[in-house]
């Protein structure tokens, strides 16, 4: 049942990644994309990381595609379908595929390490993954937990300066 | 649990096709779009191993991953519309001020 669920997860996920790359209309990608994002925290609840899943919709799903489509709709760019794909595209396509070969090689050629680490499905299920991710960042992680502080900081006033008329 | 090797394969094939949307594309948001792809191919091996492993170290990874991702379309996206005010297109073949 749940390799079912699996496998049309994956058809979903793949087609509508695949739709990003293809879409004439930078919409329609962004749309396919919204659609990848959903599928992907469909795999994380199924990871037993819901927490992850709620981010996942709530951060790229929500606001960072918000974003996108926003940008896309305020420079309301004409389709021009004979300049849609560079002259790099059969070299592209290549690299892309060698990147695959690349990666599926990594893939069956090498040995995960054993599970060590002390959180398993039922230690998850019963305590609660936001309160287990809290404890960790709050502890082991701080230090760059605050740091991320700094750098959104940074993006923000980055994003106020480029915004301004004239740079 | 599915076996890890499934996951692994799925975050490949996205990793990929993201990789083929940027190197083919000329749209400069819908490369952005691609190196978002990429970067939640990458999110998706780092919960899968993080599961695997009984560690919550890669989740934490991931969050952090999310903030980079936020703060990169904050800053890219102001670069877009910047450009496009002077340059009217947002074509990245049209970026070609400092070309020789």
Same mark, same amino acid.
């Given at each position: 049942?749940?390799?079912?669920?699996?496998?049309?997860?994956?058809?979903?996920?793949?087609?509508?990644?695949?739709?990003?790359?293809?879409?004439?209309?930078?919409?329609?990608?962004? %749309?396919?994309?919204?659609?990848?994002? $959903?599928?992907?925290?469909?795999?994380y609840?199924?990871?037993?990381a819901?927490f992850m899943?709620?981010?996942?919709?709530?951060?790229?799903?929500?606001?960072?595609?918000?974003?996108?489509? $926003?940008?896309?709709?305020?420079?309301?760019?004409?389709? #021009?379908?004979?300049? @849609?794909?560079?002259?790099?595209?059969?070299?592209?396509?290549?690299?892309? $595929?060698?990147?695959?070969? #690349?990666?599926?090689?990594?893939?069956?050629?090498?040995?995960?390490?054993?599970?060590?680490?002390?959180?398993?499905?039922?230690?998850?299920?019963?305590?609660?993954h936001?309160?287990?991710i809290?404890?960790e960042?709050?502890?082991? $992680?701080?230090?760059?937990?605050?740091?991320?502080?700094?750098?959104?900081?940074?993006?923000?006033?980055?994003?106020?300066? %480029?915004?301004? @008329? @004239?740079? | 649990?599915?076996?890890?090797?499934?996951?692994?394969?799925?975050?490949?094939? %996205?990793?990929?096709?993201?990789?083929?949307?940027?190197?083919?594309? @000329?749209?400069?948001?819908?490369?952005?779009?691609?190196?978002?792809?990429?970067?939640?191919?990458?999110?998706?091996?780092f919960v899968?191993?993080s599961r695997?492993?009984?560690?919550l170290d890669g989740q934490i990874f991931v969050f952090?991953?999310?903030?980079?991702?936020?703060?990169?379309?904050?800053?890219?996206?102001?670069?877009?519309?910047?450009?496009?005010?002077?340059? #009217?297109?947002? #074509?990245?073949?049209?970026?070609?001020?400092?070309?020789?």
């Open positions: 049942m749940e390799t079912i669920f699996f496998l049309i997860i994956t058809l979903v996920a793949i087609i509508s990644a695949i739709l990003v790359v293809t879409c004439k209309n930078p919409i329609n990608s962004a %749309l396919s994309l919204i659609m990848t994002f $959903f599928c992907l925290a469909t795999y609840v199924m990871l037993d819901p899943a709620a981010v996942q919709v709530m951060v790229y799903a929500g606001a960072i595609m918000v974003l996108m489509v $926003f940008t896309i709709m305020l420079l309301n760019i004409r389709v #021009d379908a004979s300049k @849609k794909h560079s002259h790099k595209l059969i070299i592209g396509s290549i690299m892309g $595929f060698f990147t695959l070969l #690349d990666l599926g090689y990594v893939i069956v050629k090498s040995r995960a390490a054993l599970p060590t680490g002390p959180f398993s499905g039922d230690m998850i299920k019963q305590l609660g936001t309160e287990l809290g404890r960042i709050f502890t082991s $992680f701080l230090l760059p937990f605050e740091i991320t502080s700094i750098l959104l900081l940074t993006a923000i006033v980055g994003a106020v300066i %480029l915004a301004k @008329k @004239k740079i | 649990m599915e076996n890890l090797n499934s996951y692994l394969i799925v975050s490949a094939v %996205l990793f990929s096709i993201g990789t083929i949307g940027v190197l083919t594309r @000329k749209n400069a948001i819908v490369i952005f779009m691609c190196i978002e792809l990429m970067l939640n191919a990458v999110n998706l091996t899968a191993f695997y492993l009984g560690n952090f991953i999310m903030t980079v991702a936020a703060a990169e379309a904050a800053v890219g996206l102001a670069l877009i519309i910047a450009f496009f005010n002077n340059k #009217d297109s947002i #074509d990245v073949t049209d970026v070609n001020l400092m070309k020789w």
